[in-house]
């Protein structure tokens, strides 16, 4: 049975841009329908052939962040093997 979901960093996660290129790492990941959730905002059927890392490209922000004014969400992985921890997030 694979190991639980787990989000060890995500990078860069403060600042970024739509568009922007980043990278999850962690473990649990599966080769593909990996789901990244940031806010509301979803990033679906991404693949981590080592099962460590992830890439995509940001979406744009939805949802509420913690603080009013300051972009920074709950970003999470979803896969087969159940959900991630939370990770924080912030856009610029």
């Given amino acids: 049975k694979p190991g639980p979901v787990s989000i060890l960093l995500l990078y860069p996660n403060y600042g970024?841009?739509?568009g922007d290129?980043?990278?999850v790492r962690g473990s649990g990941f599966t080769p593909t329908?990996?789901?990244?959730?940031i806010g509301s905002a979803v990033v679906e059927n991404l693949s981590s052939p080592d099962g460590h890392m992830i890439t995509?490209?940001?979406?744009?922000a939805a949802g509420l962040?913690?603080?009013h004014g300051i972009k920074i969400y709950s970003?999470?992985?979803t896969n087969a093997?159940?959900?991630s921890n939370s990770i924080s997030f912030?856009?610029?």
Wanted: net charge neutral; hydrophobic share 40%.
């Fill in 16 to 18: 970024v841009s739509v």
């Fill in 21 to 23: 290129t980043i990278t």
């Fill in 33 to 37: 329908e990996n789901t990244v959730q």
């Fill in 56 to 60: 995509f490209q940001a979406p744009a």
């Fill in 65 to 67: 962040s913690f603080v």
């Fill in 75 to 77: 970003a999470t992985v």
């Fill in 81 to 83: 093997n159940g959900q």
């Fill in 90 to 92: 912030g856009y610029r």
